[in-house]
């Protein structure tokens, strides 16, 4: 199946801080891509679609100006936490529609990342 | 938007069998997908139905009745590492083709 790497898979940063993850498709290229966000126990949520060469959208009630997103090119997106807090210590899972399945709609998750705000 | 509906918690011994139900309200749908997550780990693919009927993968199977907005996700012969959160995600044009999940149900088994 596709393969969708992120990094890095643990981040611990001081509060006020930025922090960038980035999420790349290996071996196709991926026009759309979608960040979440986990909870312990909880449900991932979708926080965004970042769509290549263009603004992401946000999901109702998440800030823009604090999780900004770009999708620069056609195997890479990124979200960058800025001045995190330890509220936004998550977890944080990017994934990609595409790579051939065959399966409208699959996503292909990456390893996911891990921020931990002190 | 998409309510989706499973239980929290199922337990079971190795060996048995196991269904998770899935019950969803969603306009516009196109297909279901089950996604299953160990603990600290991203989801990884199990199954996905488009037409209702059973779909059989191994000790995995998955069923669909579109009529009724109702999907389970059969685990036969469990195994320990079969313990982890089974996610029902309902896919559809009602949500702009977005795949949205449901707080999945936790599987925990025991020897």
């Known amino acids: 199946g596709a393969v969708v790497s992120q990094h890095p898979s643990w981040v611990i940063c001081k509060s006020g801080t930025s922090v960038k993850i980035e999420c790349r498709s290996l071996?196709?290229?991926?026009?759309?891509m979608f960040w979440y966000r986990q909870f312990p126990k909880q449900s991932l949520m979708l926080m965004a679609t970042?769509?290549?060469?263009?603004?992401?959208?946000?999901e109702q009630g998440v800030e823009k100006d604090k999780f900004l997103i770009n999708h620069a090119s056609l195997t890479l997106s990124t979200l960058t936490v800025t001045s995190a807090h330890p509220e936004d210590s998550s977890f944080y899972i990017c994934?990609?529609?595409?790579?051939?399945?065959?399966?409208?709609?699959?996503?292909?998750f990456g390893e996911g990342s891990r921020l931990t705000v002190l | 938007g998409q309510n989706i509906d499973q239980p929290t918690e199922m337990t079971a011994t190795e060996g048995a069998i196991v269904q998770i139900n899935c019950t969803y309200q969603?306009?516009?749908?196109?297909?279901l997908f089950w996604y299953q997550q160990h603990a600290g780990e991203a989801p990884t693919f199990l199954s996905y139905?488009?037409?209702?009927g059973l779909e059989e993968k191994g000790r995995f199977s998955s069923f669909l009745s579109r009529s009724k907005g109702y999907s389970y996700l059969l685990l036969k012969e469990l195994q320990m590492k079969d313990s982890a959160s089974y996610l029902c995600?309902?896919?559809?044009?009602?949500?702009?083709?977005?795949?949205?999940f449901g707080a999945g149900t936790t599987v925990t088994v025991r020897a």
């Open positions: 994934s990609a529609r595409g790579g051939g399945s065959g399966r409208a709609g699959e996503l292909f």
């Open positions: 071996d196709f290229q991926a026009t759309t």
């Open positions: 970042s769509n290549e060469g263009s603004k992401a959208t946000y």
């Open positions: 969603t306009s516009g749908f196109n297909g």
């Open positions: 139905n488009v037409l209702d």
């Open positions: 995600a309902p896919f559809g044009i009602s949500n702009d083709y977005k795949l949205s």
